[in-house]
């Protein structure tokens, strides 16, 4: 017992903060890969009689201006912010963890033109390099997923190159190297496990950064087709008839919301127990 | 920082002077919306951008509530409920034969900016550009057959037409084609006006600034010669493409006048913005869904008939006009020569007609996209369509573009989208004659607004003889074919004329066509 509490899950756990993250996480996770179980209707079913209803023993969260299932579309929509955000996440990530590490490691030139390829990546305003360049591409989930990864993977690239950089010069790199170690051994040994402390930290705090990106571009009209329930377009459908009820568009807020918190939390909790200075403060 | 820099970077307030400002900003926030958005000025919305100065490029009604308000034409339309004209440039104008119109200007009216007198010259050159085949005018159309302007005098001239063109009253003299252009000006601009503001005008007002996709900023035009001068210091047309955003915008006071959704209509008229009125219009537009003949997956014709038949025209109204508007029969609206009484496909339409043609045809799994303007109405209609689409076997996938580049979809010019284009939910404007709407849809116009690639040389007859016969019966029946032929060739699906619900201020007098929209020159104060 007194092991599981100095492991990572065991320390979390006493943490309130990354509770509440872990339940509000677990239970998004739950209702989007169960939405099909526990929707109450078809996503796509349209009840005109009841449109713009306000929730109700019948709507839980009401319906829209074709009267479908707010609570449905809603659940149906955390599977594609989840999609989007994993999907993104893990390819931005893996793409960074590689041209970050390329750069902390190469020579100087390639360092350098890395660094101005992130730079420049970065420098750009998220949404509307996003905007562009789904404009040049077909609509639909896999631009969105695109669009997604190459707005963010130079931010992991950037942290990778930080935490590599200074790790290849630190004593015990110097030391396994004098010892005659290989270059493999120095990466995945030593490198590896030390760079993905702050980079699984950094992709916790960017998932809901990614899902709100999703739901930005389908808001703006150049995201999912219309009729795909994401929640920017509950969003959008919720401020195209603002006037016709609240409901909609604090029904596409609150998932988003909850997922920005769930997912800040947990980044903030994982900071904390993976970062010895954080750690050893308290 | 020394103490007398930091006083001159940041005034110094005492406490009695930071209660008198908060007051006031507080005070200046209880002031009613309009107090400051009625005094000489006012704001008109549009749903599309005005994109020229130049009558010869224009292409639709965003150009024609501008050109309203800077330029004039030998008549105007009249604001009010019945359609009719008015002289304006023109002192007198008849038709003196079947081939002929004459006209006399009045005199002493003038160009701005030291341009000097109107004169038939002026005339003459507006028709004679819109003819040159060099200037490529995308309202050539409008003229029909006409020849030429003879100019007869310093202020007279005659119309010229190989054949009779009744339309010409309705479509061309008081519309863009119509628009009367300065011939020096345009000289000295060197054949077309590509200049930030127009290099003279002659109507109410003129333009002080232009800011691309934002507004167009007019001002008083203190040399205009007409008997409906300027209401306003300032009139601000300000483009915004989507109604609820529109609607906010009034509610907030930076509009005073707007179209509004359908979908508003029944919350408007039972709870109406403070200080605000309704008007509700019968529209002339058409709303239609086309296929891209050429495209691979409609050459057959029963798979075009098909997807006539997957579209249900009463649920579409139901949902994205709120029931406010009626199913069309086809582009002609009811009240004009040649409306059909009914369609030839029933608008509930038939799944099982529709699954049986795809049968016959041989195609399983049909999947189609549709491509609509970003605007609300038009993405649910799109969402009831796939929803009824696919009870007929067909997956329908919903394309949704930005204004300027739905506009270019089928259009050669701008490249090879039309290739791929497939299925399009389109609207046209329209004004009080067939031969506007019938215009677009023949074989010359494929790849320019033709997009369904639509080519019939009985149509194509049709148009052209019916723009020359005199005989209104004639001429229904005429119209009532041609659109018989449209259906029949499986490529239209025929949706609605819609209304124009328009919102505005009740300290304004909006001045509008009989289908609801605006006339600038015409707004008054109330």
């Given at each position: 017992m007194s092991s599981f509490r100095h492991t990572l899950i065991g320390r979390l756990t006493r943490d309130p903060l990354a509770v509440m993250a872990i339940v509000i996480i677990a239970a998004l996770v739950v209702m989007a890969v169960f939405a099909d179980l526990i929707a109450p209707y078809d996503y796509t079913a349209m009840h005109m009689t009841d449109r713009f209803a306000a929730p109700s023993a019948e709507f839980w969260l009401g319906t829209d201006n074709l009267g479908r299932d707010t609570f449905s579309r809603l659940l149906q929509g955390g599977r594609i912010a989840l999609t989007v955000g994993l999907t993104a996440v893990i390819i931005s990530g893996l793409i960074g963890l590689v041209l970050g590490m390329i750069a902390g490691f190469g020579p100087r030139w390639l360092d350098n033109a890395l660094l101005f390829f992130f730079d420049t990546l970065r420098a750009y305003p998220t949404i509307i390099l996003a905007l562009a360049l789904a404009a040049l591409m077909p609509r639909g989930l896999t631009t969105v997923i695109v669009v997604v990864v190459i707005t963010s993977f130079a931010e992991y690239g950037r942290v990778v190159r930080t935490q590599t950089l200074s790790l290849k010069h630190s004593e015990f790199i110097l030391a396994e190297r004098a010892m005659g170690a290989s270059f493999g051994r120095i990466v995945f040994h030593h490198i590896l496990p030390n760079v993905l402390g702050p980079f699984f930290i950094l992709a916790a705090m960017n998932l809901p950064v990614v899902i709100t990106i999703e739901a930005g571009m389908s808001f703006l009209g150049v995201g999912v087709p219309p009729g795909t329930p994401s929640w920017g377009s509950t969003l959008k459908d919720g401020f195209d008839h603002i006037r016709q009820t609240p409901w909609l568009i604090l029904a596409g807020g609150l998932p988003l919301i909850l997922v920005t918190l769930g997912f800040t939390f947990l980044g903030e909790a994982l900071r904390d127990q993976l970062d010895p200075k954080l750690r050893s403060g308290r | 920082m020394p103490k007398t820099e930091m006083h001159r970077a940041f005034p110094v307030l005492n406490r009695r002077q930071l209660l008198a400002g908060a007051a006031g900003v507080s005070a200046a926030a209880m002031l009613p919306v309009k107090a400051w958005a009625q005094e000489g000025r006012l704001n008109i919305r549009v749903y599309t951008e005005p994109d020229d100065f130049d009558p010869v490029d224009a292409s639709g009604f965003g150009e024609a509530l501008l050109y309203g308000a800077i330029y004039r034409n030998l008549i105007q339309y009249e604001s009010g409920d019945d359609w009719s004209y008015r002289l304006d440039l023109a002192e007198s104008i008849e038709q003196?034969?079947?081939?002929t119109i004459e006209f006399t200007l009045k005199e002493g009216q003038m160009w701005s900016d030291g341009y000097g007198e109107i004169t038939a010259e002026d005339v003459a050159f507006t028709f004679e550009r819109i003819l040159?085949?060099?200037?490529?005018?995308?309202?050539?159309?409008?003229?029909?057959t006409l020849s030429r302007v003879e100019v007869t005098g310093r202020y007279s001239g005659v119309f010229h037409f190989d054949e009779a063109f009744a339309p010409f009253w309705w479509i061309a003299l008081p519309y863009l084609a119509g628009t009367i252009v300065c011939k020096a000006a345009i000289e000295d601009a060197g054949g077309r006006i590509t200049t930030e503001v127009p290099p003279t005008v002659s109507g109410p007002y003129r333009v002080r600034e232009l800011r691309p996709g934002e507004r167009w900023v007019l001002e008083r035009n203190e040399d205009y010669t007409g008997d409906i001068p300027a209401e306003y210091e300032r009139l601000d047309i300000v483009y915004i493409g989507d109604e609820a955003a529109a609607e906010i915008a009034l509610e907030a006071g930076d509009l005073d006048f707007t179209e509004v959704s359908p979908g508003s209509v029944a919350r408007l008229q039972s709870n109406p913005p403070a200080g605000t009125a309704m008007s509700m219009h019968p529209s002339l537009f058409y709303v239609w869904v086309g296929m891209n003949m050429e495209h691979p997956k409609f050459q057959d014709i029963r798979v075009r008939q098909a997807l006539q038949y997957a579209i249900n025209v009463n649920a579409i109204i139901e949902a994205a006009w709120y029931g406010v508007a009626e199913p069309s029969t086809g582009i002609i609206a009811p009240g004009l020569i040649g409306n059909r009484p009914e369609s030839l496909i029933p608008p509930q339409g038939d799944p099982q007609r529709a699954r049986a043609l795809l049968e016959e045809a041989g195609v399983e799994n049909l999947e189609v996209t549709l491509n609509v303007l970003n605007d609300v109405t038009f993405t649910t209609a799109a969402q009831v369509m796939q929803a009824t689409m696919a009870q007929a076997g067909i997956q329908l996938n919903i394309e949704v573009h930005e204004s300027g580049s739905f506009w270019t979809l089928g259009v050669e010019a701008d490249g090879d989208r039309w290739r791929d284009l497939e299925m399009i939910m389109n609207r046209f404007s329209m004004l009080p004659d067939p031969s506007y709407a019938t215009a677009w849809f023949v074989t010359e116009q494929i790849g320019d607004w033709n997009w369904e690639r639509f080519s019939n040389e009985e149509f194509d007859r049709l148009h052209r003889e019916a723009g020359t016969e005199t005989d209104d019966a004639r001429r229904d029946e005429m119209y009532r074919r041609a659109q018989d032929i449209m259906e029949e060739s499986g490529a239209y699906r025929f949706i609605t004329h819609g209304v124009t619900p328009n919102l505005f201020y009740d300290n304004t007098v909006p001045g509008t066509r009989p289908d609801g929209l605006p006339l600038a020159q015409y707004f008054r104060r109330a």
């Open positions: - | 003196t034969s079947d081939t040159d085949p060099e200037m490529n005018s995308r309202i050539l159309p409008d003229v029909g």
